[in-house]
């Protein structure tokens, strides 16, 4: 009789996802089995000690997900939550999903509006997919007005699922080129991740290449294309002494220094991200 234990069926999983070559198999199987056992990982792996069993049905849900993620769909589409800061997201098909590496750029919009000095600083995250950046900083720094602009209808339904009842934040379906003249001259940050991978640029890891939103990836021969197009919207957008925030590839933060410094950005410099790779270009409305 097969062993029915979660900690039998969990070593199972793992070693079905590290013969497919997922990165993390056991934090993945563990992940999926608290998504099936609807319990967070540190109950499943109390539950792996104990030696506590796992139903059938359970056992057949867990490996239907598993052979889902062994063909390398995200985890995140198969639990339907992605963690961003202090923050779980609703994320799917269609919308870029969050990265931890991201949740360190977005302190740099945090801190601008903490420092602004302004009663009801003004934050703009451009092309906000998920919400990730706009949620973190409308609940990080609750007395500032936070407003975010999506393209894609896609990525603004998971958008406004995520957003929905915080009281300071403001999302709207629009191209980030045209979002918010009502505000020009008066946002204390602007931040974007945009699309910065070049066309010819293919990701290496199938969850990236495979199922993130190609309009939320590629970003024209260099990758820099929407870059130039938000220097000028946020140029715009901020007041004088304004923060802008760019994420970027580890390599276009010189190319994006000199972008900004020809359009008149002033202190433009590049910031390391917790893998030392370069990841974040701020610069300073003029």
């Known amino acids: 009789m097969p062993d029915s234990s979660i900690a039998a069926v969990v070593r199972a999983a793992a070693q079905s996802l590290a013969d497919a070559g997922v990165p993390d198999p056991l934090v993945d199987a563990e992940l999926l089995a608290a998504h099936v056992l609807d319990r967070r990982r540190g109950e499943v792996q109390a539950a792996i000690v104990r030696g506590d069993r796992i139903d059938e049905e359970q056992q057949a849900a867990l490996t239907r997900l598993v052979s889902r993620r062994a063909g390398r769909e ?111 001259g008066t946002a204390s940050v602007v931040i974007s991740n945009p699309p910065y991978v070049p066309d010819a640029a293919v990701p290496r890891d199938p969850e990236v290449r495979l199922f993130d939103p190609a309009l939320a990836l590629y970003g024209g021969a260099d990758g820099l294309d929407v870059v130039r197009v938000l220097s000028g919207r946020a140029l715009r957008l901020l007041r004088p002494g304004g923060v802008l925030v760019i994420e970027h590839g580890e390599l276009q933060g010189a190319e994006i220094r000199e972008l900004l410094t020809a359009d008149g950005w002033r202190a433009a410099a590049t910031h390391r991200d917790l893998t030392l790779r370069d990841r974040a270009t701020t610069a300073i409305r003029p």
């Not at 903490?114 to 007395?143: C, Q, R």
Request: glycine share 10%; charged share 15%.
């Open 74 to 184: 995200p985890l995140q589409h198969l639990t339907g939550v992605a963690p961003f800061r202090h923050l779980e997201l609703s994320v799917g098909p269609g919308v870029f999903i969050p990265r931890p590496e991201t949740e360190t750029v977005a302190q740099f919009a945090i801190d601008a509006l903490l420092n602004s000095g302004e009663a009801a600083p003004v934050g703009v995250d451009l092309g906000t997919g998920s919400g990730a950046i706009a949620l973190a900083m409308a609940t990080e720094v609750p007395h500032a007005r936070i407003f975010a602009a999506e393209l894609s209808e896609e990525a603004h339904a998971w958008a406004a699922r995520n957003v929905a009842g915080t009281g300071n934040l403001t999302l709207v379906l629009s191209d980030l080129a045209e979002a918010f003249p009502e505000l020009d």
